[in-house]
């Protein structure tokens, strides 16, 4: 009777067992939810990516075309900084390179950024990052030793493997050079 007393008014009692069923399959249904829960979330953000991007894995700013071979003063030169154009140029040893291709070393976020629209050969030949060594006015390099001459040099071969030569860097006194387009490289680096 006291079983037709606990029916008449209050819910039926659940054993354990029918308890944990009802909540949620326990401790291993939790998981098994969170699991879908990430791979849902992985899945829109790759759909989101594939989108933003156009189809691409990763998302890569468009090439800027070839930049014609021409000479620059140290005042053309300091536009292609990455903040003023997004095109990034360097010098070394009087030699201009475009460095665009290496935006994450001399872009403005870069650790080598501060050499980006700058004649960087002292910075090179002395291994220093601050902006400080580097000249606002053209730098003949007179002052530097013959280990720290030799290191700018070792520097100059390395960005002429590695990057695009677009000119000289003027001297105050220089006139800039004619280019065509058949003209080689070798040529003008013969000239330095």
Not at 109 to 136: H, Q, V
Not at 157 to 172: A, C, H, T, W
């Amino acid at each position: 009777m006291a079983d037709d007393v606990e029916g008449e008014g209050a819910a039926p009692a659940l054993d354990e067992e029918e308890a944990a069923g009802m909540a949620g399959f326990g401790v291993g249904g939790l998981v098994f939810n969170v699991c879908l829960l990430l791979l849902a979330l992985l899945g829109v953000y790759r759909l989101y990516w594939r989108r933003r991007c156009g189809g691409e894995t990763e998302c890569k700013e468009p090439a800027l075309p070839k930049m014609k071979k021409r000479d620059f003063s140290l005042e053309q030169l300091r536009e292609y900084d990455g903040l003023h154009n997004p095109r990034l140029l360097l010098a070394v040893n009087g030699k201009v390179f475009d460095v665009t291709k290496g935006k994450k070393f001399y872009g403005p976020d870069g650790p080598y950024g501060i050499f980006a629209g700058r004649d960087a050969s002292r910075g090179l030949a002395t291994f220093c990052l601050d902006k400080e060594a580097l000249r606002d006015e053209f730098d003949d390099l007179s002052d530097l030793s013959a280990v720290q001459m030799e290191s700018v040099r070792e520097w100059e071969m390395q960005f002429m493997e590695k990057y695009d030569y677009i000119g000289r860097l003027l001297k105050p006194w220089d006139e800039p050079s004619e280019y065509t387009d058949e003209e080689d490289v070798k040529e003008h680096s013969k000239q330095d």
